[in-house]
Structures are given as structure tokens and as C-alpha cells.
């Protein structure tokens, strides 16, 4: 439940559309639904800006089903980290959605109109990509516009410098790398976005599954760079979001 939704409901009551009875049934979940297995907060979106995510693993396909039906007449559904078997049962299920199979990412509902801002994110390999895609998803549906630049890493910086002047125009970048993760601070050094770090598990047995570049990232020697979880394209697009949003509000 939105702001937008709220009011909706309030208005068509005040206007005799929606009874007493039916205007109670509809907000009575508010804060929150307890499914048994889950409890949705339908009253995050109105606290935090953006509904809550679903996060797919340990959930059952008829679980997720459960969780999308109640969700999705209060707020659009995304949901992260899907595998193939449930990506194919929610395609069959809600052929309506976006899937995006990469990303392993399922979105139910328009995307917001993207009004305020611009995100770059930035990979330095091809293997990052699915990370950079479920930034690019989240950072979409709480409406701010993403572009993504793909294969820009240290290992040629030249391919970088020629999207420097991109990135130095964008309101936050999001940078994301596997192996030794060198780029954030490359990038934090030639810009003065701020930069959001995100290390990966894509490298060979030194990378120890991403804890190698998160140690460069948290040791970085560029100031200001921000660094999440190993593959959490997720929390580095929500907090640009945030961040985004919350200097445009400021102007």
C-alpha cells in the first residue's frame, strides 16, 4: 500500500463509491499481513518510499504465489535471487511480469515514472553483468532512471576513460567487479560521484567466492567509496536509489 493507493481508497470512500464495510476490508491489513509462513509489510512503501522485496530462496513456488496475490493490489512485486524452476513456474503463472532471467529477477506492476535523477552502473567483466541488471531492476522500479555500462575494467582503462564523462554526469555511480575489485577506487579517483562498490564472486580460487575484492573495496585508498555485500546488486541499487532521490528532494 503506496501513498497514492491509500489515498485512493480514503477519496473513493469519502466520495460514497467504496461502503464503510468495504473501505475497513481494504485497509485492514495495514501495517502488515500475516500469512502463516510470512508476514508482508504493506506498510513499508509508505514509510521507506519503496515496497518490500521478496527475497526467493527457502520460499516455495506456492509460497511466492501466495505472497504475490496479497501483495500485488497494494503494491508492485519485485522479487531477487530466483532460481530456473520457480523463474519458469512465475512466467507460466503471471505471464504479465517481467522476468528477467540473468538477473534472476521477477517484477509485477508498472514501473514508476523515472523523473528524478540518473544512476550509472558500471561492470568492470561480462560476469558481473547479472549483478549490474538486478541494480538496474531495483533502481527502476523505485523510479529512478539506470544506465548500465558493461566490461569497463581495470585490465584495459582506456575502455573506462571513454565513459568517464558518463558517469561524471550520473548522481551516484554503482560500480561492480570481480577479481582483485580495483575498479571502484579507480573510478572514485577520476570522478566526484559518489561511488557505490559492489564485489563479486566472479574470479578464480584467490578471489576466495568475492571476499578478495570486498577486502580491496573496504580498503580502498580513494575516499568516499561505499561498499555492500558480495553480489548484492539489490542493496547497491536501492541505496543509490535512496540516495538519489533524497539529494533531488533536498534541490
Known sequence: MNEEKLKEVL??????????????????NLPFEDLGFAKIDHHREIRKGAPETVYSPGKTTDQLKEIIDQMEGNSNVLITRLNEEKMNYLQETYPEALIDREARVFYLGEFPESTTGEIAIATGGTGDIPVAKESKLTVKSMGVKAKTYFDVGVSGVHRLLGIREEIEN????????????????????????PVVAVPTSTGYGANFEGVSPL???????APGVVVVNI?????AGYFGAVTVKSMKEEK
Do not use: H, Q
Not at 18 to 26: A, D, I
Not at 215 to 221: A, F, K, R, V
Not at 231 to 235: A, V
Open 231 to 235: 553480489d548484492d546488486g539489490y542493496s
Open 170 to 193: 550520473a548522481d551516484l555511480a554503482v560500480v561492480i567487479a570481480g577479481m582483485e575489485g580495483a575498479l571502484p577506487s579507480v573510478v572514485a579517483g577520476l570522478v566526484e560521484t
Open 11 to 28: 477519496d473513493r470512500f469519502k466520495r460514497g463509491e467504496f461502503s464503510l464495510e468495504e473501505t475497513l476490508t481494504r485497509l485492514k
Open 215 to 221: 577486502l580491496t573495496m573496504l580498503n580502498s585508498c
